[in-house]
């Protein structure tokens, strides 16, 4: 929902206004389109760099429920900085009593032989909303690393990560 319900009290005048308020705008805010936001890359070390590549991504938000895509192209003249790298969300993380607030799905694309590689990221309810990308190691299967400048493979021009999820927000 885009605001809270209203509280109607007795004798109050229905309109057409509030009904479309309360009703009609509500629904439209579930059934909507996507909001672009602009997630900030960075990384434990030194600063990545987007260059000439992309980097975008939407959300939906419904209550405290929201769905994130995140798209990050390489291009030519991209840096990848040193450590483990880390997208913002569009929202900040919930607390849940157990567990995580939820997990985002990673596809990690590349043109070598080998053309793309998934990996998740269970989500903290940190206060930065940046959460670390994992993936699977280039070097054992199964063993899963935060993704870095090299690690599970160097990146390239052509080459692109795309994050998609659906967590619990703060608010």
Do not use: H
């Amino acid at each position: 929902m885009t605001f809270g319900p209203k509280t109607w009290v007795v004798g109050e005048t229905v309109t057409a206004a509030l009904l479309n308020q309360e009703i009609r705008d509500q629904f439209n805010s579930f059934l909507g389109g996507w909001t672009p936001y602009t997630p900030v890359w960075t990384a434990t070390g030194t600063a990545p760099s987007i260059g000439n590549g992309t980097l975008g991504g939407q959300s939906m938000k419904v209550g405290r429920m929201c769905t994130v895509v995140i798209l990050l192209s390489f291009g030519s003249t991209t840096t990848y900085g040193t450590g483990s790298w880390r997208l913002s969300l569009p929202f900040q993380a919930g607390s849940i009593p157990s567990g995580t607030p939820g997990v985002l799905n990673w596809v990690y694309n590349t043109t070598a032989a080998s053309n793309f590689m998934m990996g998740a990221e269970p989500l903290s309810n940190s206060s930065t909303g940046n959460e670390n990308i994992w993936m699977p190691s280039q070097s054992l299967i199964g063993d899963w690393n935060a993704m870095t400048e090299s690690s599970p493979v160097t990146p390239a021009a052509g080459y692109s990560l795309r994050g998609y999820g659906t967590y619990q927000t703060a608010t």
